[in-house]
């Protein structure tokens, strides 16, 4: 039965898209406009947050940026209140493991090192989750990768290396790496496994819906992250954002997360995961496109050659889903 959340979704879905005429298309195309639009704001939450980083430290950002995802998810899963209380009852160290994996502190640990390098480099390194998820998938199943695994993860290894190195492979027998491109690198990895957990517990009929289990993870991400802001606090003092860097904050919340993660959902019901999943390259095209023209970042040959490796090599480990890659329910927020 759907929740709360999804009817309310369903309601601005069909209100948004008959003024458009969106309506009379086919609900594959649809499927795919929504992907599209979803890679578009995940995109943009790169450019949004670099922008952002300027006056407010990393762990604030994300810790704001979830503040804003509870609050409008509270009054659509108020009705599972119960459901919430006895689910951490019977499992808070599975509920905490998921905060911390997925939500304000890994999002603390990006934000760190897109402080110290570009958004375009953030847009890029994301293209790496598909094949870090095959990786880990490989691992836990205790088996060798396919033979179009191997290449994939190989070729989007050498994409990713170019691009931590900005292009300069003599810098590789250097040992120098960018310090903030290994710490976003670092993310996306913890990203990739929370995607296999969350594969996983999806595939399990979990006891809560998603939106309350983003909900309940997501307040205690809030509380784990804590300490770190106390810390932030006592060595730089209580941040004071402009009404700018309120409203960015305000975008990130609504609009890459909590729009994204419906759109998302929406187009992985209607066109599977396998296919769905390929729209995720689209995210480094924008976050280039954005940032060249809002902030003035420039593209570079390694970048286009970077995003090529590392695309063609996430394509190529599509070729052979895993049950858990095919999971109908993959993680919907970035």
Same mark, same amino acid.
Not at 89 to 104: K, M, N, Q, S, T
């Given at each position: 039965?759907?929740?709360?959340?999804?009817?309310?979704?369903?309601?601005?879905?069909?209100?948004?898209?008959?003024?458009?005429?969106?309506?009379?298309?086919?609900?594959?195309?649809?499927?795919?406009?929504?992907?599209?639009?979803?890679?578009?704001?995940?995109?943009?939450?790169?450019?949004?947050?670099?922008?952002?980083?300027?006056?407010?430290?990393?762990?604030?950002?994300?810790?704001?940026?979830?503040?804003?995802?509870?609050?409008?998810?509270?009054?659509?899963?108020?009705?599972?209140?119960?459901?919430?209380?006895?689910?951490?009852?019977?499992?808070?160290?599975?509920?905490?493991?998921?905060?911390?994996?997925?939500?304000?502190?890994?999002?603390?640990?990006?934000?760190?090192?897109?402080?110290?390098?570009?958004?375009?480099?953030?847009?890029?390194?994301?293209?790496?989750?598909?094949?870090?998820?095959?990786?880990?998938?490989?691992?836990?199943?205790?088996?060798?990768?396919?033979?179009?695994? !191997?290449?994939?993860? %190989?070729?989007?290894?050498? =994409?990713?290396? @170019?691009?931590?190195? $900005?292009?300069?492979?003599? &810098? #590789?027998?250097?040992?120098?790496?960018?310090?903030?491109?290994?710490?976003?690198?670092?993310?996306?990895?913890?990203?990739?496994?929370?995607?296999?957990?969350?594969?996983?517990?999806?595939?399990?009929?979990?006891?809560?819906?998603?939106?309350?289990?983003?909900?309940?993870?997501?307040?205690?991400?809030?509380?784990?992250?804590?300490?770190?802001?106390?810390?932030?606090?006592?060595?730089?003092?209580?941040?004071?954002?402009?009404?700018?860097?309120?409203?960015?904050?305000?975008?990130?919340?609504?609009?890459?997360?909590?729009?994204?993660?419906?759109?998302?959902?929406?187009?992985?019901?209607?066109?599977?995961?396998?296919?769905?999943?390929?729209?995720?390259?689209?995210?480094?095209?924008? !976050?280039?496109?954005? %940032?060249?023209?809002?902030? =003035?970042?420039? @593209?570079?040959?390694? $970048?286009?050659?970077?995003? &090529? #490796?590392?695309?063609?090599?996430?394509?190529?480990?599509?070729?052979?889903?895993?049950?858990?890659?095919?999971?109908?329910?993959?993680?919907?927020?970035?």
């Amino acid at each position: 039965m759907p929740t709360a959340f999804a009817l309310h979704a369903q309601r601005l879905a069909a209100a948004i898209a008959r003024p458009l005429g969106l309506h009379r298309l086919s609900s594959r195309t649809l499927a795919f406009i929504a992907l599209v639009v979803t890679s578009a704001l995940w995109g943009s939450n790169a450019v949004v947050a670099r922008m952002l980083l300027d006056g407010i430290s990393p762990t604030w950002l994300a810790w704001l940026r979830w503040l804003v995802v509870i609050v409008i998810l509270a009054p659509f899963v108020w009705h599972e209140r119960a459901a919430i209380v006895k689910a951490l009852r019977e499992d808070p160290r599975d509920y905490a493991l998921f905060a911390v994996i997925g939500f304000a502190p890994q999002n603390a640990l990006v934000y760190t090192g897109l402080a110290g390098t570009t958004a375009i480099n953030m847009g890029l390194l994301n293209s790496a989750i598909p094949v870090l998820i095959v990786a880990i998938v490989a691992l836990l199943q205790r088996r060798a990768p396919r033979s179009f695994e !191997a290449i994939g993860v %190989a070729l989007s290894v050498v =994409g990713v290396l @170019l691009i931590a190195v $900005h292009g300069d492979l003599r &810098a #590789l027998a250097r040992l120098e790496l960018s310090r903030s491109d290994l710490i976003v690198l670092a993310g996306m990895f913890i990203w990739a496994v929370y995607t296999v957990r969350l594969g996983i517990r999806e595939a399990s009929s979990p006891a809560l819906s998603f939106p309350a289990f983003c909900f309940t993870a997501g307040a205690i991400g809030l509380v784990l992250t804590m300490p770190v802001l106390g810390v932030d606090v006592a060595v730089h003092g209580w941040p004071r954002p402009s009404w700018g860097t309120v409203i960015g904050i305000f975008y990130l919340g609504a609009l890459p997360t909590l729009v994204a993660m419906l759109l998302y959902g929406y187009g992985l019901a209607r066109v599977g995961p396998v296919q769905g999943g390929i729209f995720t390259h689209l995210v480094p095209v924008f !976050a280039a496109l954005f %940032a060249t023209i809002l902030i =003035g970042e420039r @593209l570079f040959p390694f $970048h286009a050659a970077g995003f &090529a #490796l590392i695309a063609g090599g996430a394509i190529l480990c599509c070729l052979t889903p895993t049950p858990v890659l095919s999971s109908a329910r993959e993680s919907p927020h970035a």
